[in-house]
């Protein structure tokens, strides 16, 4: 006979089955929904491609260019400023008084001519050719300086285009990644004159891309010749409003 305490026995046992069942379905719910992570899931970090190295824009010139520092410098040249505009790094082969013709006033100095094997180790993306300011005057062989004439500045810069040329081709580049400019002040204006288009058409008779700069005013060159931060930022400024760089280029 069944007593009233295993009735109350069975009603207990009975909910706690129930408990349990509820429990466990719960659990198994709740499992189904979220899975836990695996270890290898867990560990696993997306990557990142790293980014591409900057290409090199060498600058061949004169004090133009040699006179100024990057651009974290207090004074920042038109080269780095352009470099750093279009994401390209930048390297000076530059010295005072020297061009296509010229070799400073010491006659120690080395034309352009003779840092093409520079232009071949370093195979820039871009070749900045900046300079005819000096090409007024030429070393004598004896180290004498005296006046140029408008057949020795046109026989050295086309002797100097035809050069550079030959060795972008072995480069297997474009000659129009060659920018070529003739910076000038307000000082030897009708020299300025004279050369300026001497150096245009030189080098687009040999394919390069000319880019053409105003002259630089006394508020933005003191001295007449050197530019000050704003006559580099001009000069910056210019070969951007007068080239296609920075079209081909994307800004930093």
């Known amino acids: 006979m069944t007593t009233p305490a295993h009735w109350s026995r069975r009603r207990v046992g009975f ?12 659990v198994t719910s ?8 695996s270890p290898t899931s867990a560990a696993a970090t997306p990557t990142s491609t790293p980014s591409a190295e900057p290409g090199t824009m060498l600058v061949v ?5 040699s006179y100024y520092g990057n651009r974290h410098s207090r004074y920042p040249g038109w080269w780095a400023l352009l470099g750093a505009e279009l994401g390209l790094e930048p390297r ?17 100095s080395t034309r352009f001519r003779a840092r ?13 050719i900046e300079g005819g300011r000096n090409d007024w005057r030429r070393c004598t062989a004896d180290g004498r300086v005296v006046e140029s004439t408008r057949t020795e500045i046109e026989q050295a810069t086309d002797a100097f285009f ?9 480069l297997n580049r474009p000659r129009a990644d060659v920018y070529v400019l003739s910076p000038w002040g307000t000082t030897k204006a009708r020299k300025g004159r004279i050369i300026r288009p001497i150096v245009r058409e030189a080098a687009q008779r040999h394919g390069f891309s000319w880019v053409e700069t105003r ?27 007068n080239s296609d760089l920075s079209q081909r280029f994307q800004r930093a």
């Open 92 to 108: 000076l082969e530059a010295a005072a008084g020297t061009g296509f013709l010229a070799r400073a006033d010491s006659c120690a």
């Open 215 to 241: 002259p630089l005013s006394l508020e933005q060159a003191p001295d007449g010749i050197h530019p000050n931060n704003e006559g580099s930022r001009f000069l910056h400024e210019q070969v951007l409003q």
């Open 162 to 170: 035809a050069e550079l040329a030959g060795l972008w081709d072995e």
């Open 116 to 128: 093409l094997d520079t232009v071949r180790a370093t195979d820039p993306e871009i070749l900045m």
């Open 30 to 37: 709740a499992g189904a929904a979220a899975p836990a992570a």
């Open 61 to 65: 010139g004169d004090s133009y260019s």
């Open 15 to 26: 909910a706690v089955l129930t408990i349990a069942s509820t429990l466990a379905a719960l």
